[in-house]
């Protein structure tokens, strides 16, 4: 499903609700993590939280022209690839430090 959106009360950028509704097992999975999370914070989860994990809900503002929704689902799932790898590179690779004083070879 595609809705188009306005962002933001003064600027209303246009923009697209993206929904797709996930398979029943992932949604247990999902809500099953939840539960758990809020058990371990001493809450409960909402019904309506427990409601939307069962959607894969993305926010775009590029044209449907450009992007459609299955493109979106597949740059959403590489864009988590890459931040992952990102993340792995930072902590394990540390490339985010240097050992170098001098600006012009950190630059």
């Known amino acids: 499903m595609e809705l188009g959106v306005l962002l933001g009360r003064q600027a209303g950028l246009p923009a697209r609700l993206l929904l797709q509704r996930i398979s029943q097992e992932v949604a247990e999975q999902r809500r099953q993590r939840i539960r758990q999370e809020a058990q371990d914070h001493g ?62 070879r950190i630059v």
């Open 43 to 104: 809450r409960e989860p909402s019904e309506e939280v427990l409601y939307l994990v069962g959607w894969t809900i993305v926010v775009r503002n590029v044209p449907r022209r450009r992007l459609s929704l299955e493109e979106s689902l597949v740059v959403l799932t590489v864009r988590w690839q890459i931040e992952r790898l990102f993340r792995l590179w930072k902590e394990d690779g540390q490339i985010d430090e240097w050992r170098s004083k001098k600006r012009w």
